[in-house]
């Protein structure tokens, strides 16, 4: 694997962040995860995340992650990279979790902010240091996670680059001025304005159900941006329940045609 040094990225555009499918006993569906991905990868998806928050990595332990790393991996094209969380509120948990992940053969780590914690340079240096030249990804969502990754110390984190899932539109602009790394969206909400204002790309939830137009909005078509909307909307209801429901649906349509 090559590294990743700041200013690099290994897509751009849209990629998906990928549902974790399980029974109807919890289990997980390993193969049946991996297909989803290599159909998506064959409608435009330029890279695959797995347990990021759509994923449900709360529901993933290590060993999982790591076999659906390898499935994903087999299942897809060459070219097509996959990055997989190792974010753990608790910072010894999340090294460990890095530590473990490291051999995995993503290309990338993405590592969500911890709760409560104002200052997360600490956090970074400890998971760079434990993914030991494996790039790691920082995860702004404060919604998930407050208060989020502080504007203040984007320059001095030693990411690879960032994930912003928080739809704030002032602070895309603010990241894209003093943050010199690739910058990747995480919300279907503003696709048309965060592509032509220069973010690198996007991991999307509703990329596993719309994304053709979400590709076609991040470049900036806003007729197309509307049209995702609702859609964008009914995937947060009962998440990501809901995206699986539409995502079910889907699949049933497409079986009927």
């Not at 006993?25 to 998806?45: C, I, N, P, S, Y």
């Not at 790393?69 to 890095?98: I, K, N, Y």
């Amino acid at each position: 694997m090559t590294p990743l040094g700041r200013g690099e990225l290994m897509f751009d555009g849209l990629g998906v962040a990928l549902v974790s499918l399980f029974d109807d006993d919890g289990r997980l569906l390993l193969e049946q995860t991996a297909e989803l991905a290599a159909r998506l990868a064959a409608r435009g998806v330029r890279s695959v995340t797995i347990a990021g928050t759509t994923g449900e990595p709360w529901r993933l332990d290590a060993e999982q992650r790591l076999a659906l790393v390898g499935a994903c991996r087999r299942a897809l094209p060459p070219g097509v990279p996959v990055f997989v969380g190792c974010g753990h509120p608790q910072q010894d948990d999340a090294v460990r979790l890095t530590r473990a992940l490291k051999e995995s053969g993503a290309d990338a780590l993405l590592a969500l902010s911890p709760a409560g914690v104002r200052d997360c340079r600490p956090y970074y240096d400890a998971l760079t240091k434990a993914a030991d030249g494996v790039p790691v990804i920082g995860y702004h969502f404060p919604l998930i996670a407050p208060p989020g990754i502080a504007l203040e110390h984007l320059p001095d984190l030693p990411i690879a680059a960032l994930k912003d899932s928080s739809a704030d539109a002032d602070r895309l602009v603010a990241t894209l001025a003093i943050f010199d790394g690739p910058l990747l969206v995480g919300s279907a909400a503003y696709l048309a304005l965060a592509g032509p204002l220069g973010a690198s790309g996007a991991i999307l939830a509703l990329a596993n159900v719309e994304p053709e137009r979400c590709a076609a909005a991040f470049a900036g078509d806003m007729a197309l941006q509307r049209k995702i909307l609702d859609a964008h909307r009914r995937a947060l209801e009962d998440f990501p329940q809901g995206l699986k429901a539409m995502l079910a649906t889907e699949s049933v349509r497409s079986q009927a045609l």
